[in-house]
């Protein structure tokens, strides 16, 4: 079973700061994808960065980089320079060997601080 | 190049009532998703269809719940005889088929369902 495990309900951070957001994993793929959405209070849930389980770089885009740690499964957001508008819940997301189901943790809540 | 686009974006109807949802998909993508979010919860999967078939039902869709994908573009979410527990908002999501970057799915903005 595929399963994704977010830590920590709320984080709070000052602007212009960096934040981590923890995000582990558990599957007995060998090949699988793990994603990283934002979803701010209107609803829509936005893409931000991908990692697929064979790239051995960590993924990069923007001011967003994916920590990942394949022995550990972990998978950690990290946001540089923190912006007002990052304030939103933020979903770690896995894609399965088949592709055909995305799981979903219970998502992080992050409060940008003036 | 349009996103999802899923109408109506909010929905309150009477317990017992039937309520449809439509959503149309990013053009080139072949996969549909339908999936289910509560408050405090990340979303949870309900069914996918690739082009018109529908290849995968999450326990969650009860036998009330049905989808469509008629001509493999938009999509179709029907609920019958509504339950106050079906209050949520209901994503739609599109993809490639396949795996890596190019399956990433892309999220409407959802359709919020308040059953009173």
């Known amino acids: 079973a595929q399963k994704i495990t977010q830590t920590q309900p709320g984080m709070f951070v000052q602007e212009k700061e960096a934040v981590t957001l923890d995000c582990t994993y558990d599957?007995?793929?060998?090949?699988?994808?793990l994603f990283w959405y934002k979803q701010p209070s209107s609803g829509e849930m936005i893409f931000l960065i991908y990692?697929?389980?064979?790239?051995?770089q960590n993924a990069t885009e923007g001011r967003y980089s994916l920590n990942f740690q394949k022995a550990r499964k972990s998978a950690n957001l990290v946001i540089s320079a923190s912006q007002l508008g990052d304030s939103a819940m933020y979903f770690c997301?896995?894609?399965?060997?088949?592709?055909?189901?995305?799981?979903f943790g219970t998502g992080t809540s992050l409060t940008v601080i003036p | 190049d349009t996103g999802v686009s899923q109408d109506p974006r909010h929905k309150i109807t009477k317990r017992g009532q039937n309520v449809t949802f439509r959503c149309d998909p990013i053009?080139?993508?072949?996969?549909l998703y339908w999936y289910r979010q509560t408050l405090g919860q990340g979303p949870e999967f309900l069914t996918y269809?690739?082009?018109?078939?529908?290849?995968?039902k999450s326990r969650l869709l009860s036998d009330r719940f049905s989808a469509e994908r008629p001509k493999g573009s938009f999509s179709t979410l029907e609920i019958q005889r509504t339950e106050q527990g079906d209050s949520a908002m209901y994503l739609c999501?599109?993809?490639?088929?396949?795996?890596?970057?190019?399956?990433?799915?892309?999220f409407g903005e959802g359709s919020w369902l308040t059953v009173v």
């Open positions: 599957t007995s793929d060998q090949s699988y994808g």
């Open positions: 997301a896995m894609r399965g060997r088949t592709g055909n189901q995305f799981y």
């Open positions: 269809f690739q082009n018109e078939a529908q290849l995968e």
């Open positions: 999501a599109s993809s490639f088929s396949g795996t890596g970057l190019r399956n990433t799915i892309y």
């Open positions: 053009s080139e993508h072949n996969r």
């Open positions: 990692q697929g389980s064979y790239d051995e």
